[in-house]
T-cell receptor, first 111, second 113 residues
Framework: DGGITQSPKYLFRKEGQNVTLSCEQN?????MYWYRQDPGQGLRLIYY???????QKGDIAEGYSVSREKKESFPLTVTSAQKNPTAFYLC??????????FGPGTRLTVL | GNSVTQMEGPVTLSEEAFLTINCTYT??????LFWYVQYPGEGLQLLLK?????DKGSNKGFEATYRKETTSFHLEKGSVQVSDSAVYFC????????????FGAGTTVTVRA
């Protein structure tokens, strides 16, 4: 089955820790995206990548970092510089000009 | 820039009622328009889309028509079920914004038996 997987489903972080969220797709999509969703709110774009080894900042990139070393993978690191990281994180992919498809999400909680 | 304005919720309906969620957009040219649905604790699922004026997207009994003259893409369903309870997002993409999605704020729909 083709699709987008995110892991883990739930993640707990202590103050001052960096954590990495995984996103993998086997749809052969060129573009991948990371969004943040806060309770009762819409989605905000963190980072996106249209091609391997290249990525751009979205609307709220501060405190986050990404890499795109392989076409199928786009991991997101939430650094200690992110002051309020508790949120639901969604990964998506697309064939650049086409529809974005979303993964199941990772819920990050800071303890 | 591109933007989407979506009907505020929450919306509460009885089973078999008619559902309409209004969505209007601001964009240059002809964007692609989407409706996504999010069930509790899950990611977004594509519900339907339309890529040019007068196109009608449809899926699972939901419909939306791309109206260029009114810059709208309202979502409708003739008879809702309890299982339609979810958050619905209207979105657009256009080459002027690198095909990134611009989302509405989302509308929470609750259907009661």
């Amino acid at each position: 089955d083709g699709g987008i997987t995110q892991s883990p489903k739930y993640l707990f972080r202590k103050e001052g820790q960096n954590v990495t969220l995984s996103c993998e797709q086997n749809l052969n999509h060129d573009a991948m995206y990371w969004y943040r969703q806060d309770p009762g709110q819409g989605l905000r774009l963190i980072y996106y990548s249209q091609i391997v080894n290249d990525f751009q900042k979205g609307d709220i990139a501060e405190g986050y970092s990404v890499s795109r070393e392989k076409k199928e993978s786009f991991p997101l690191t939430v650094t200690s510089a992110q002051k309020n990281p508790t949120a639901f994180y969604l990964c998506a992919s697309s064939s650049y000009t086409d529809t974005q498809y979303f993964g199941p999400g990772t819920r990050l909680t800071v303890l | 820039g591109n933007s989407v304005t979506q009907m505020e919720g929450p919306v509460t309906l009885s089973e078999e009622a008619f559902l309409t969620i209004n969505c209007t957009y601001t964009a240059t040219g002809y964007p692609s328009l989407f409706w996504y649905v999010q069930y509790p604790g899950e990611g977004l699922q594509l519900l339907l889309k339309a890529t040019k004026a007068d196109d009608k997207g449809s899926n699972k009994g939901f419909e939306a028509t791309y109206r260029k003259e009114t810059t709208s893409f309202h979502l409708e369903k003739g008879s809702v079920q309890v299982s339609d309870s979810a958050v619905y997002f209207c979105a657009l993409s256009h080459r002027s914004n690198d095909y990134k999605l611009s989302f509405g704020a989302g509308t929470t729909v609750t259907v009661r038996a």
